[in-house]
């Protein structure tokens, strides 16, 4: 890939995905999205994959988010079309199959933190620098950030970030509740870490169902919601994996997944 490494197992079961345009703060351009878009959808079918870590290169940023200077000049098709793929992509990202997690540090603005939110949570460090500058530019965010950040932090803190188009540092950030954890500077990809491994120590399959009843439940009404909890549980309680949670828990070990 021109744009992006893989460490596969950088820790057994998490693989760490780097963008990989350090030079212009790991700008999205076209070739980063198409690259995005193959590799998450290969990794959703790899069986030995239980969390996937996500961060960016360099000492500087997460990611400026689009690469203005690729769109400077493009047409209204090109434009549309580019889009499309990144809503593809970020979308991918909010229902991959398996828990990821950003890993942030220095500037994440634009779609950088736009898909930071697609990500199941957030760990970022003291360096953080966050905006959704779009309306300064003359448009609006484009990868769900709006959406993403009310549910966040609330209506009224999203509409004053937004309006204003404020950059945030790591302290606000964790504060206003986008950042799940704020650690020190160039810890972000080491607590993310520990992080993936605890969640591997977890049943996969009820992690995976668990992903899915949070993230639909939030936009039913409680009932709807309850209704999904209770279609995971029941489906759950009939598996292999749960017996042997339990004989595990009475036998004082860890269990022995198997996904069945």
């Known amino acids: 890939m021109q744009t992006l490494l893989l460490e596969k197992d950088a820790v057994p079961g998490v693989s760490v995905l780097t963008f990989n345009r350090p030079e212009v ?25 239980s969390c996937l870590v996500m961060r960016g290169a360099g000492a500087r940023a997460f990611s400026a988010g689009g690469d203005l200077k690729e769109r ?64 300064r530019r003359g448009f609006l965010p484009g990868g769900g950030g709006m959406q993403n950040l009310v549910r966040a932090i609330g209506l009224r803190k ?64 409680f009932r709807g919601g309850y209704a999904l909890d209770l279609a995971f549980h029941n489906m759950l309680v009939r598996s292999e994996d749960r017996l042997e949670g339990i004989r595990a828990f009475n036998e004082k070990r860890e269990p022995r997944w198997t996904q069945r």
């Open 72 to 135: 400077n000049g493009m047409s209204d098709a090109d434009w549309a079309a580019q889009h499309q793929l990144i809503e593809d992509v970020l979308l991918l990202i909010r229902d991959f199959p398996r828990p990821v997690i950003a890993a942030m540090h220095g500037i994440a603005h634009g779609g950088g933190i736009e898909l930071a939110l697609m990500c199941d949570f957030i760990i970022g460090d003291d360096t953080c620098d966050i905006a959704l500058p779009e309306i």
């Open 25 to 49: 703060l790991n700008a999205f351009n076209t070739a980063m999205w198409r690259e995005l878009w193959t590799l998450l959808r290969e990794l959703a079918y790899d069986t030995a994959l």
């Open 158 to 221: 999203a509409k004053q970030a937004l309006y204003t188009g404020a950059r945030l540092n790591a302290r606000q950030a964790q504060e206003w509740g986008i950042l799940n954890e704020r650690v020190a500077a160039g810890a972000h990809l080491p607590r993310a870490l520990e992080l993936a491994r605890e969640i591997i120590r977890s049943a996969p399959m009820a992690v995976r169902a668990a992903k899915v009843a949070l993230q639909q439940g939030a936009d039913c009404d």
